[in-house]
């Protein structure tokens, strides 16, 4: 490499890793999300992490706090940092992975990476801007197993394809999405200088208690009362708590969950962050790795998405209202939920054990604050108008049950469903472990039985759905006979 090209990436470099001459990151962010503590288990393990998540969900910001986390353990200058969307690192180096490396083991390391007998850690944020990415980390990975890749990206589906096969049994994928309801508790109570444990203790015996009965062969009455039992006593533990945790709630509704705006008081800068968000998806994200040619059809198809979030998708409809093919609509849909805006729900049945799919499919806005701003209903009106708030909770009980099944699983696989069958609509259905788990959502104070007849039609006739849950406003209570487990809203997301 020439000798100029060289110092000019040794320049930039530094100004990514200003550790190697002061010994310390400043400004890192003082709040921690409980995924944190999942990524700093996997650093000493050798394969590669790779986090992705929609934009601004606060990737850097763990990237960020795990640099801090290693400069208690690790000499500063085993630790490179490179931000892959840099101008002026690409405009020098049209390989800035590589060349990022080069400079890095000799200059800094003064050593060939491939003699080092510690752990050296490469974080590379933002990856999907470099072309051949993963082919270029696997020759070095291959070159020194003591070289820990800690790579993120906005992209899942181009990252998640492009590592599938150089990193076949190398890597992990880490999705890191907006707060959960949880954490926006857990930060209310870090602002307050108040403790927040009780909440995760709860969240982590609720999940435990489901986790360990999906995972018997044969559930029992006993195994669906202690799932209850447990719902049961966290509402007794925060009963006192419940009208302060009713308020965040109806916030959350509001403004979901990127961290900016949880933070954030104003709703007029709250409005322009999501705009500026979901913008920059569209004409940063999705064009880098889409050729997309018409800008105005992804945003007038995502304001068609966002009012009709929670709702059956009709591709034929939507491409008639746009004045698109089906063909075009289709891929634009799938580029937004590639980039962590939307989720796809199917229709399934089960029949001989196995999984039905059908074509007609529900749509969801991965963000019920991003749908608010997009749909120009960022403030308290949607919580007055009872279809608006019908379709953000559904929407928020959606978004959660995905995360739900992933902590449970364990998988990678976030997939959810529902059920519509003879006129008969189940909400949402995500198989776990051995069987499959039925969830209605009715967040209203009055619920007939007749309201729920698809759920308990589906628990009585389907021996893989032993019990399910209805998502109510306050309700908690167990119908032994139906088999039906209802439970308040805030009480529900609190379980993941």
């Known amino acids: 490499m020439e000798l100029e090209k060289s110092r000019e990436i040794l320049r930039i470099l530094k100004t990514f890793n200003p550790w190697w001459e002061t010994g310390r990151i400043e400004n ?75 400079v890095y083991q000799e200059y800094v390391l003064k050593e060939e990476i491939s003699r080092i007998n510690h752990k050296i850690y490469v974080l590379i944020d933002e990856v999907q801007k470099i072309e051949n990415w993963a082919q270029t980390v696997k020759s070095w990975y291959d070159i020194n197993k003591k070289i820990k890749f800690i790579i993120s990206g906005s992209s899942s589906a181009k990252i998640i394809m492009d590592s599938t096969k150089p990193f076949v049994g190398r890597a992990i994928n880490q999705i890191v999405v907006p707060f959960k309801f949880l954490e926006t ?19 982590n015996t609720l999940r435990d208690n489901l986790r360990l009965v999906m995972e018997k062969m044969e559930i029992t009455e006993k195994d669906i009362n202690h799932i209850y039992s447990g719902f049961y006593d966290a509402y007794k533990s925060l009963i006192i708590q419940e009208n302060y945790i009713k308020s965040l709630l109806k916030n959350y509704i509001i403004k979901g969950g990127y961290p900016a705006v949880v933070k954030d008081a104003i709703s007029k ?96 806005i991965n963000d019920v604050g991003l749908r608010n701003v997009i749909n120009n209903s960022f403030d308290d009106s949607v919580l007055q108008d009872g279809n ?52 209605e959502v009715k967040y209203r104070n009055r619920i007939e039985k007749s309201d729920l007849k698809a759920i308990y039609n589906f628990v009585k006739n389907n021996n893989k759905a032993p019990f399910g849950f209805v998502v109510t406003v306050d309700k908690l209570e167990y119908d032994k006979e139906s088999k039906i487990i209802y439970v308040p809203l805030w009480l529900f997301l609190l379980m993941v």
């Open 269 to 364: 800068r709250c409005i322009e962050t999501l705009t500026t968000n979901y913008k920059d998806v569209i004409n940063s994200d999705i064009k880098a790795t889409a050729l997309i040619r018409k800008t105005q059809l992804m945003e007038s198809l995502l304001v068609y998405l966002a009012r009709h979030t929670s709702e059956m998708l009709n591709v034929g409809t939507l491409s008639s209202d746009l004045a698109e093919t089906g063909t075009i609509i289709t891929e634009y849909i799938g580029f937004l939920e590639d980039t962590f805006v939307i989720s796809i729900s199917e229709n399934f049945r089960v029949g001989k054990g196995n999984r039905v799919r059908k074509k007609i499919k529900k749509v969801y």
């Open 388 to 439: 608006e708030l019908g379709k953000l909770v559904e929407t928020v009980v959606l978004n959660h049950c995905i995360r739900l099944k992933f902590s449970l699983t364990g998988g990678t696989g976030s997939d959810a469903f529902y059920w519509r069958e003879n006129g008969d609509e189940i909400d949402i259905i995500f198989e776990c472990k051995k069987h499959v788990l039925p969830i």
């Open 185 to 203: 508790i857990r930060y209310d109570k870090f602002t307050r200088n108040e403790k927040s444990e009780n909440f995760v203790l709860i969240r």
């Open 28 to 102: 890192v962010v003082e709040f921690r999300r409980l995924d944190l503590e999942a990524t700093k288990g996997r650093l000493h393990d050798n394969e590669i992490i790779i986090i992705v998540g929609a934009r601004q969900v606060g990737k850097t910001t763990i990237m960020e706090q795990l640099i801090e986390h290693v400069l208690g353990e690790e000499k500063p200058e085993n630790i490179l940092f490179v931000r892959a969307d840099n101008s002026g690192l690409n405009a020098v180096s049209k390989n800035p992975i590589e060349d990022s490396l080069q």
